[in-house]
C-alpha cells in the first residue's frame, strides 16, 4: 500500500512501490555491471561475464522482490528490525527454492554439478544486505525533507491574503445576512483547524472534499455569482485517500488567478475519478488571454508536487497544461482506501 512508510526511517521500504522495485532492480544490476568490469581481462570479456553475473543475479533477485510484494502487507505491521530479520530469511530461502522449483542449476553448482548452499545463501543475503542498506541511508536525507515540506506546505496553503479577504467579506455581510456570516466564520474555523492538523498522512476524499467546498462558500462570499463550480466525484469512492491540503491550493489558484481577474468570471470544474488502481484529480479553470492577474502562486503548486513525490515516488504524477485562455491540472496517484475500523469493544 503506497504511504509514508517508503520513506520512513523506523519501518521497511513499501515493495508494493514501483520506484522501490525500480531501484532495486537498478542497484543489483548496477553492482553486477561493476563485478563484471572489475573480472574482464578485456571489453570483449565484459559482455560475456556480465551475462554470466545476471544469470547468478537475476532469478534470486526477481524472486526476492516477488516474496516481498506477496508479503509486503504483513512486513508493513512489524518493526524495522522484526521485518529486516524477515526479509533476510527471504532473500536466504530464494536460491534454495529457485534449485529446488527449477532444477539444478549449474549456475549454483561447483564441481562435479553439487548444489553449493553456502553460496546460494550467502548470494541471497548479500543482495537484501545491500537493498536493506540503500533503503535505510535514503530514508535519513528524505524524512526531514518530508517534515519541511509539510511545514512549507501548510504556511503556504493559508495565505495572508486569503484570510485578509475572508474577513473582509464576512465584514461585507455581517449587518445585513449575520446568519450567513455566522455560517463563514464557522467554515474559515474549520478550514484554518483543518490546515493546522497532523493527526495522519492522507485523509479521506470526503474530508478534503468538504474542506474545499468550505474554502469555496468563503471565496464566494467575495466573488458572488462570479465564482461558479462544477463538481464530478461520483467515480470516486469516499473511503479513498489522498495527502491533505492537496484540493485547496488548486482552488485558490484557479480563484485567485483564473476566476478573479475576469470581469465575467467562470467555472471551475473539478473532477475526482478512480479508474483501476489509480485515482485521478483534475481541475480546469478559465483564464485571461494575455498578462496575469499575479505571480502565480508557485510555492504552494510546487509543495504538491513535492509532496506527491515524497509520498508516492514514481506512482504519483502532476501535469499542468496552459492553454490560451484556460489552466488545466491533472494529479494522478494509487488508489489508497481507508482501513475498516475495527468494533468498539464494550
Known amino acids: 500500500m503506497p504511504n509514508m512508510q517508503s520513506i520512513n526511517q523506523n519501518t521497511l521500504p513499501d ?26 581481462s578485456s571489453w570483449q570479456d565484459i559482455v560475456e561475464r556480465l551475462i554470466n553475473t545476471s544469470a547468478l543475479l537475476q ?28 526479509v533476510l530469511l527471504l532473500a536466504m530461502a530464494a536460491p534454495l527454492m529457485i534449485y529446488h522449483l527449477g532444477g539444478k542449476l549449474s549456475i549454483y553448482t561447483i564441481g562435479h554439478g553439487n548444489f553449493h548452499s553456502e553460496r546460494a545463501i550467502l548470494l541471497g543475503s548479500v543482495i537484501a544486505g545491500l537493498l536493506l542498506i540503500y533503503f535505510r541511508f535514503r530514508a535519513y536525507p528524505l524524512s526531514p ?9 501548510l504556511q503556504a496553503r493559508i495565505r495572508p491574503h486569503f484570510l485578509f479577504n475572508s474577513i473582509n467579506a464576512v465584514l461585507g455581510i455581517v449587518r445585513a445576512d ?4 455566522e455560517t463563514a466564520l464557522e467554515d474559515m474555523a474549520d478550514l484554518f483547524r483543518m490546515a493546522m492538523a497532523h493527526d495522519g498522512d492522507l485523509v479521506t476524499v470526503r474530508r478534503e472534499v468538504a474542506l474545499a467546498r468550505q474554502y469555496l462558500a468563503l471565496e464566494q462570499l467575495r466573488l458572488g455569482e462570479r465564482l461558479k463550480v462544477n463538481w464530478c466525484t461520483e ?10 491540503l492537496i484540493l485547496q491550493p488548486l482552488l485558490e489558484n484557479a480563484v485567485y488567478h483564473g476566476i478573479e481577474p475576469l470581469a465575467e468570471g467562470g467555472l471551475v470544474d473539478i473532477k475526482l475519478y478512480r479508474n483501476g488502481n489509480e485515482m485521478h484529480l483534475e481541475m480546469y479553470n478559465p483564464r485571461q488571454e494575455q498578462g496575469s492577474h499575479h505571480i502565480g502562486n508557485k510555492i504552494a503548486l510546487s509543495n504538491i508536487r513535492e509532496r506527491l513525490a515524497l509520498q508516492f515516488d514514481t506512482e504519483a504524477s502532476y501535469t499542468v497544461e496552459i492553454g490560451k485562455n484556460f489552466y488545466r491540472v491533472h494529479i494522478k496517484l494509487p488508489y489508497v482506501k481507508e482501513s475498516p475500523q475495527p468494533p468498539s469493544s464494550l
Not at 145 to 153: E, S
Open 235 to 244: 467515480n470516486m469512492p469516499d473511503d479513498a485517500l489522498l495527502p491533505p
Open 178 to 181: 449575520p446568519k450567513r456570516a
Open 145 to 153: 525533507a518530508l517534515d519541511a515540506a509539510r511545514l512549507q506546505a
Open 59 to 86: 532469478p534470486v533477485l526477481l524472486l526476492n522482490l516477488s516474496l516481498l510484494f506477496m508479503f509486503n502487507p504483513w512486513l508493513a505491521r512489524l518493526t524495522y528490525k522484526q521485518g529486516a530479520t524477515i
Open 15 to 40: 515493495f508494493r512501490n514501483l520506484g522501490v522495485m525500480l531501484r532495486s532492480l537498478l542497484l543489483v544490476n548496477g553492482m553486477g555491471l561493476l563485478v563484471a568490469i572489475a573480472q574482464a
